[in-house]
């Protein structure tokens, strides 16, 4: 099987120039297949501020009415997912930017009202690996944006990792895979304030005793629930770690 590298970017990384586009350049120089999920909610929020639209997250989600659909149709379609896609251009990169809608790549439903009404934000129901790994194949490097579709005409909110992960979790029936979730810190830490506290491995057991002791919290749960999944689902490596090293050779390896 041939190698495929997946990378998901968060929204800190994102959202500054600088940052970004030493991330693009470092995963630019990845050897091989690979392709870029990001996210981008910072940029949403500020850019809903800025149109008097207050931002609500709830467990990590974002609760997406019918103007915040609007407003992150516009970023993450838009202005995040091109300029990502201009910028590896330029760094001779074949990219080619894709919502869930393109191609029927990814398709989710409107996640059920429940304790929480989260609007417009969908869960994954099936990926069209299939169509992917063809282009993969091709040399294209697609830049996945963290919007799905429910083939009734509706765009819907996903959760970036979850988009990283459920592509993941398809394309390994193609590709010996290696997903990394990149971020603003070194890895999973044990102390999120101390950087150089990295937890080198975690399996499920380690992972549900650090949250029942409150380690690991927020936006970490999902990323990691994300990233169990994957391993369960044949994916080869997953390694949550600082962007400025993608290269897999330091981070928190999830087993
Ligand atoms: N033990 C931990 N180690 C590292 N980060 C943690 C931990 N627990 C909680 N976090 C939080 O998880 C956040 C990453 O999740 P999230 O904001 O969803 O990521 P992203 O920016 O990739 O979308 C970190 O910014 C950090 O605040
Ligand atoms: C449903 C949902 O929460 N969607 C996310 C999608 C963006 C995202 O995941 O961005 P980061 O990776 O930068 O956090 C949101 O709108 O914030």
């Given at each position: 099987m041939e190698k495929l590298t997946i990378v998901k970017v968060g929204g800190k990384i994102v959202e500054e120039e600088t940052s970004l586009k030493q991330l693009l350049s470092d995963f630019a120089a990845i050897e091989g297949h690979k392709v870029l999920v990001h996210g981008g909610g910072r940029s949403a929020t500020a850019i809903a501020a800025k149109l008097g639209i207050e931002s609500v997250m709830v467990n990590g989600r974002r609760v997406t009415d019918a103007e915040t659909l609007k407003v992150v149709t516009m970023v993450y379609g838009g202005l995040v997912n091109k300029n990502i896609v201009a910028q590896l251009q330029a760094m001779e990169i074949n990219a080619l930017g894709l919502t869930g809608a393109d191609m029927n790549y990814m398709l989710s439903a409107k996640r059920p009202v429940g304790?929480?009404?989260?609007?417009?934000v969908g869960d994954v129901?099936?990926?069209?690996a299939g169509l992917l790994a063809d282009l993969i194949s091709k040399d294209i490097v697609p830049v996945l944006a963290p919007l799905t579709h429910d083939k009734q005409g509706h765009l819907l909110n996903t959760n970036a990792d979850t988009i990283a992960g459920e592509a993941a979790k398809a394309l390994a029936k193609f590709f010996d895979l290696t997903l990394v979730y990149c971020f603003?810190?070194?890895?999973?830490?044990?102390?999120?304030?101390?950087?150089?506290?990295?937890?080198a491995e975690i399996d499920k057991e380690a992972f549900a005793q650090y949250v029942a002791d409150g380690v690991i919290q927020g936006g970490m749960i999902p990323k990691l629930e994300n990233a169990f999944e994957a391993i369960d689902a044949g994916v080869s490596q997953v390694i949550i770690t600082k962007a400025d090293a993608i290269?897999?050779?330091?981070g928190t390896k999830v087993k």
């Open positions: 304790e929480v009404d989260y609007g417009f129901k099936s990926v069209n603003e810190k070194k890895g999973v830490l044990r102390d999120e304030h101390d950087d150089d506290s990295v937890i290269d897999g050779t330091s």
